[in-house]
């Protein structure tokens, strides 16, 4: 059963469009949510999170957009540029707690 | 300025080896865990601990042990492999557990044959 889930495993946007990746949680006790991009050969780096009391948190390029009633968060990458191609995870945690729960990933091609 | 390092990058054991996967971390963080990364299946939480001396179980902890003797070193052992272990085991750590980000490892590509 699992938690977390991205349902789309790939996507592919031509350089300087936006990039919307989508993530769907079933557990509502959920209140944290982060958001990890990982090259090939490499460990997941951090990329951006976000709180539940928020519904939107932006850094640079990157935004990421809570819905807590759909249970629904989504990563905006605008514009989109090919060294943003990678894996993306989406992780969701209880702030009172450790475990994170991650999701499958949505690998991101970026085309120049 | 290394943050987590793992070693070995590769490794191919037989059915039945015991090995210890190596985990150092130089940030001071009371917080460190494993996950196994496998295709469509995501990060899944094998062992984790929240200071020297404690750990836990996470999701998938059969067939494998954990220690934690000091704040820097993490190992995780593989008791008698699997081919269902045969996987990518990322090594993690954090500052503290409730909205700090996790500090991840290179990882290490386990073959069991």
């Known amino acids: 059963d699992q938690q977390v889930k991205q349902n789309s495993p790939s996507l592919s946007v031509q350089e300087g469009r936006i990039s919307i990746l989508n993530c769907d949680y079933t557990?509502?006790?959920?209140?944290?949510f982060l958001w990890y991009k990982k090259y090939p050969a490499e460990g997941p780096t951090f990329l951006i999170s976000?709180?539940?009391?928020?519904d939107k948190n932006e850094d640079g390029r990157f935004t990421v957009f809570l819905n807590k009633s759909a249970k629904h968060l989504s990563l905006h990458i605008v514009p989109s540029q090919p060294g943003d191609s990678a894996v993306y995870f989406c992780?969701?945690?209880?702030?009172?707690?450790?475990?994170?729960?991650f999701g499958a990933g949505t690998r991101l091609f970026v085309k120049a | 300025n290394a943050g987590v390092t793992q070693t070995p990058k590769f490794q191919v054991l037989k059915t039945g080896q015991s090995m210890t996967l190596q985990c150092a971390q130089d940030?001071?963080?009371?917080?460190m865990s494993w996950y196994r990364q496998d295709p469509g299946m995501g990060l899944r939480l094998i062992h984790y601990?929240?200071?020297?001396?404690?750990?836990d179980q996470g999701e998938v902890p059969n067939g494998y042990n954990v220690s934690r003797s000091t704040t820097e070193d993490f190992p995780l052992r593989l008791l008698s492999a699997a081919p269902s272990q045969t996987s990518v085991y990322f090594c993690?750590?954090?500052?503290?557990?409730?909205?700090?980000?996790?500090?991840f490892g290179d990882g290490t590509r386990l073959s069991i044959l």
């Open positions: 993690a750590s954090s500052y503290e557990a409730g909205t700090q980000p996790q500090h």
């Open positions: 557990n509502s006790m959920f209140d944290y």
């Open positions: 976000i709180s539940s009391i928020k």
């Open positions: 992780a969701a945690k209880m702030t009172g707690g450790f475990k994170t729960i």
């Open positions: 940030m001071n963080h009371e917080y």
């Open positions: 601990s929240v200071g020297a001396g404690i750990t």
